[in-house]
């Protein structure tokens, strides 16, 4: 069958575009001269074998260890080195067979992967350059194992609490409550005969007995409040509805009120602990509160920095009550400490702080408070500790994505 001209034509561009008829091999410009023909032919082909080698490396690399090397990363270096090896391996060949035309179209494909990742590298570096170094990884590393020990001597330390609650619990309560049956049958027996001093006295007793009974009961409720493996969602717009049910009296009675500024997130916790430190909080704003009208506000805030530092999705509770002095923000939080006398701002144990830092800090938070005396307080609250970074490619494995 004929050929048509038109494609005859395109035939022998062809042939002379990929052929080696119409070409010398690149050697005669050499004069094939022994020795640069082992310099250039040697070196072409070492570079071409270690070109189709370091891509294999890198794929296998990149399978063995996704979190070191992304495989979109891989693929594009991959393809990129092997473009280099067909380039070198082309000219090794064009020594002694003129391909010149294959040698051109694989040189245009290897600009193009060139080209292209180099635009990629340009739009990665920023996001390579923060990437962090072994230095900080070692850093990192050595302070999650701090806080792991920190842990783990918390922990410890909450199990011999909890042992000593119990003991003290048990070794107290019957004496105690002894005491109280006695000096009630002794007011029930001999209460016509005894003078009103000895009646006082008794009543005293009494009522000595009821507040240590509390006490213990405090201590063991405090002793039982740990980091808890099994959390729930807990959804704090919910919790402050349920302060505002459960005070609902002593609002009334105070003229208080609790001011809800921004919506809540929902955490993971252990709801009765949550409940706790936050009706605590509440109760603190209005029960040390000179004010006719007691507000307390609650809110979140995604960042803030307290005293020089920097909370992460923090609740902050606001009142407008009496304030703490610096020198006591501290102290605040010890348990049963109270700054004021037993008959000022009620009869509480001194307790309610210290619960809230504890349950804080047995969701891995904290609490900081921020003051003013005679203007009120914000307390800020975290339940979660600070992320841990984890793989040191994860943000340039999306960025590549």
Not at 395 to 400: E, S
Request: with cysteine.
């Amino acid at each position: 069958m004929a050929i048509p001209p038109g494609d005859s034509e395109m035939l022998q561009g062809f042939k002379d575009f990929a052929l080696p008829e119409a070409f010398m091999p690149h050697g005669m410009c050499l004069l094939w001269r022994p020795d640069l023909l082992f310099l250039h032919g040697a070196s072409d082909f070492l570079i071409a074998a270690a070109y189709f080698t370091i891509p294999l490396l890198i794929l296998r690399a990149a399978r063995r260890r996704p979190d070191l090397l992304d495989a979109n990363v891989a693929r594009l270096f991959a393809a990129f080195i092997t473009a280099c090896a067909l380039s070198h391996l082309c000219a090794l060949v064009t020594l002694w067979l003129p391909i010149y035309g294959v040698q051109g179209v694989i040189k245009a494909a290897t600009a193009v992967v060139s080209v292209y990742t180099a635009v990629e590298l340009a739009r990665l570096l920023p996001v390579f350059l923060t990437m962090p170094s072994r230095a900080d990884l070692a850093e990192k590393e050595a302070a999650l194992l701090l806080h792991r020990h920190e842990t783990t001597r918390v922990q410890e330390a909450n199990d011999k609490l909890s042992e000593f609650a119990y003991v003290v619990s048990h070794d107290l309560r019957a004496p105690m409550r002894g005491i109280a049956n006695h000096a009630r049958f002794l007011e029930e027996d001999h209460g016509d005969s005894l003078p009103p001093d000895a009646k006082k006295r008794i009543g005293r007793m009494q009522e000595l007995c009821r507040q240590t009974e509390h006490l213990i009961s405090t201590l063991l409720q405090y002793s039982r409040i740990s980091r808890a493996e099994a959390q729930e969602d807990v959804a704090l717009s919910e919790v402050v509805e349920r302060i505002r049910d459960r005070l609902a009296e002593t609002l009334t009675d105070r003229s208080a009120q609790i001011v809800l500024d921004t919506p809540l997130p929902i955490i993971a916790g252990n709801p009765a602990d949550v409940m706790t430190a936050l009706t605590n909080l509440v109760l603190n704003g209005i029960t040390y509160n000179d004010s006719g009208a007691p507000v307390v506000r609650i809110g979140y805030l995604d960042r803030v920095k307290v005293d020089g530092r920097t909370l992460h999705k923090a609740v902050y509770v606001t009142d407008n009550g009496i304030g703490v002095a610096a020198e006591n923000h501290d102290l605040i939080f010890r348990m049963f400490k109270r700054l004021h006398g037993p008959d000022a701002y009620g009869a509480g144990t001194g307790a309610g702080l210290a619960f809230v830092r504890r349950v804080a800090e047995s969701h891995g938070g904290t609490v900081r408070v921020v003051s003013t005396p005679g203007e009120g307080s914000t307390f800020y609250l975290t339940f979660e500790a600070e992320a841990q970074t984890g793989s040191a490619m994860t943000g340039f494995a999306t960025q590549v994505a």
